[in-house]
Nanobody, 127 residues
Framework: QVHMVESGGGMAQAGSSLRLSCAAS????????MGWFRQAPGKEREFVAAITWSFGRTSYADSVKGRFTISRDNAKNTVYLQMNGLKPEDTAVYYCAGRSNRRLDYGLGYVHEYNYWGQGTQVTVSS
């Protein structure tokens, strides 16, 4: 099994930056890719960014392209989400997730392909 813990959330002013971290433990060798998802109150959980462990292939939601950057440190089994140019609409609980399925019929951003989830960390962006 794979266990994941997010950290780095908090409050930020619009236009500022935050960096989220996700530390994975357990049988991480079985995880093909890691992703970040977010969920605002009353909204569906949505894809933010993802990265594969082996080659570092990345994928981003259109809403965060050019502002957010996902990266990973394989030796530390840790994934990061650098969030720049934050907007109030970025306010949500951010979840770290992992997927073991390597088949990418729906790309890296399909929420139902992720089978390991962290507890979430709150990000609040004020105007």
């Amino acid at each position: 099994q794979v266990h994941m813990v997010e950290s780095g959330g908090g409050m930020a002013q619009a236009g500022s930056s935050l960096r989220l971290s996700c530390a994975a433990s357990g049988r991480t060798f079985s995880t093909y890719a890691m992703g970040w998802f977010r969920q605002a109150p009353g909204k569906e959980r949505e894809f933010v960014a993802a990265i594969t462990w082996s080659f570092g292939r990345t994928s981003y939601a259109d809403s965060v392209k050019g502002r957010f950057t996902i990266s990973r440190d394989n030796a530390k089994n840790t994934v990061y989400l650098q969030m720049n140019g934050l907007k109030p609409e970025d306010t949500a609980v951010y979840y770290c997730a992992g997927r073991s399925n390597r088949r990418l019929d729906y790309g890296l951003g399909y929420v139902h392909e992720y089978n390991y989830w962290g507890q979430g960390t709150q990000v609040t962006v004020s105007s």
